[in-house]
């Protein structure tokens, strides 16, 4: 480890505005043994500090946080493998909210913080929490376009300097110093991180954990890419050549955030850090519900309540921003097709031998128990408008399976939605005018099939 020392030239990482590279190497990053350093993994939830500095909204209301934290607790269902919320401590609305939480006494998630790299924000801290907080994230601003451009640092070993004075003054309060290198992805890694890092573990007595923060999304997870970019190599390395204790933060400007958790975990990382529904600045955090849904796949389900994420998901939709509808996990159509051929296999998978055939997992995994699986556009066939009219029947009269595609009035339903989309060709023109660019209501279809029995027997 000697062989690391701080390497006095700037290093940058300068892509001229153009799109960030990625150098492919033939060798592979190396997986690390598992150990009590990497294992059991572990999730960190970001929703109320990094989520919260998203551009869309300007304020995550109080109680909404609190809630928020409830329903993390009831998410995590006892497991502790959504370890830790973190939260800032600035304002009087955040004391006041980690005071609320503080008295909550959950084991799961437990409440940690964030501060600024300054031995008075960690004062502040310890005086707000009353040394109930016993571990903090600050930030440590890893790359020399921080160091130099943005903080006006003289050099990289002043840098090191500066951030050891909140770590150190951590450690006297007996808080734990959970070290973000932000912008590590372009950092100097060998002549900058790692020394750093090897420094802090040192005059920590080991005690101090690092979180990897891919700050603009440029991480990328295959395990040939290079450093700083490669995320699997950028892990394996700063693992090996420090023994330290590590933790993913990604940002999804690339749509890579999930990924690159993932990766991370894989290659050496104990904790990964989400915001749920990808909260947080620019394109956002990984999404918490998607790391889950992941972590779940790939390490096995430790006991999470799945249950519990929708309402979650309606509590942000409600409070603080709209879930988008197609979010994975929890948006509120991610279950629902148009297209004719996916909805004939909607239709056919619940006798199906194979069992689901165009849905990935059983909605009610998620706490889905009424879900729109077939919406009635421009791409729909026979079997949706079945579907529907079934659907719609049974509410209406309570009759069941009156619908099929051997029906006449099915076919009748079919030809007169298309037409409606066709529209009228308007030869003078030469294009089609008129045409419908809105879904067909239930009611609507159904109305369409009663006028069909009833004018000209359909059956």
């Known amino acids: 480890m000697s062989e690391f020392a701080v390497?006095?030239?700037?290093?940058?990482y300068d892509y001229h505005g153009r799109m960030p590279p990625v150098t492919m190497e033939d060798t592979a990053a190396e997986l690390p043994p598992p150990s009590s350093q990497t294992h059991p993994k572990l999730i960190t939830d970001t929703t109320l500090r990094d989520g919260a500095q998203d551009p869309r909204f300007a304020l995550f209301p109080n109680e909404a946080k609190l809630r928020y934290c409830d329903l993390l607790h009831q998410l995590d269902n006892g497991t502790g493998r959504i370890e830790a919320v973190e939260v800032f401590?600035?304002?009087?609305r955040d004391v006041w909210v980690l005071e609320k939480l503080l008295e909550r006494g959950y084991d799961y998630p437990r409440i940690t913080t964030w501060t600024r790299a300054a031995p008075k924000d960690i004062k502040l801290l310890a005086e707000v929490s009353a040394g109930a907080i016993k571990e903090t994230g600050m930030l440590a601003s890893s790359s020399d376009h921080h160091i130099f451009d943005k903080m006006g640092m003289p050099s990289k070993a002043e840098a090191v300097e500066r951030y050891l004075a909140p770590i150190m003054t951590a450690c006297e309060l007996g808080i734990r110093p959970r070290v973000h290198l932000e912008d590590v992805t372009k950092?100097?890694?060998e002549g900058w991180a790692i020394p750093?890092?090897?420094?802090?573990?040192?005059?920590?007595d080991g005690q101090a954990r690092f979180r990897l923060c891919d700050t603009l999304g440029i991480g990328v997870p295959d395990p040939h890419a290079a450093m700083p970019v490669g995320i699997p190599k950028l892990v394996?390395?700063?693992?090996r050549a420090t023994g330290a204790e590590l933790e993913f933060h990604g940002h999804s400007d690339f749509d890579f955030s999930v990924a690159n958790s993932m990766a991370a975990y894989r290659y050496g990382c104990k904790r990964v850090n989400a915001?749920?529904?990808g909260l947080g600045e620019r394109t956002g955090n990984a999404p918490l519900e998607a790391v889950l849904a992941n972590y779940i796949r790939v390490y096995g389900d430790p006991g999470f309540n799945l249950e519990v994420l929708p309402e979650i998901a309606e509590l942000l939709h409600r409070e603080v921003l709209p879930v988008a509808q197609n979010m994975p996990i929890i948006g509120r159509d991610i279950f629902t097709t148009q297209a004719g051929i996916h909805q004939t296999g909607i239709q056919r998978q619940a006798g199906a031998a194979g069992g689901l055939i165009y849905l990935p997992y059983d909605p009610a995994l998620v706490g889905r128990r009424e879900v729109e699986s077939s919406r009635i556009g421009s791409l729909s066939g026979m079997e949706g408008i079945a579907a529907i009219l079934n659907q719609a029947a049974e509410a209406v009269t309570g009759e069941k399976g009156k619908f099929s595609i051997a029906s006449r009035v099915v076919k009748q339903v079919y030809d007169a939605v298309h037409e409606a989309y066709n529209g009228q060709y308007n030869p003078d023109q030469d294009k089609f005018v008129?045409?419908?660019?809105?879904?067909?209501?239930?009611?609507?279809?159904?109305?369409?099939?009663q006028t069909f029995i009833r004018h000209e027997g359909g059956k």
């Open 7 to 12: 390497n006095p030239e700037r290093r940058y």
């Open 89 to 92: 401590i600035y304002q009087r």
């Open 187 to 189: 950092a100097d890694i």
């Open 196 to 204: 750093f890092m090897l420094r802090v573990l040192k005059e920590t």
């Open 236 to 239: 394996s390395t700063i693992a």
């Open 275 to 277: 915001a749920f529904s």
């Open 434 to 449: 008129g045409y419908r660019t809105t879904f067909f209501a239930a009611e609507e279809i159904l109305a369409l099939a």
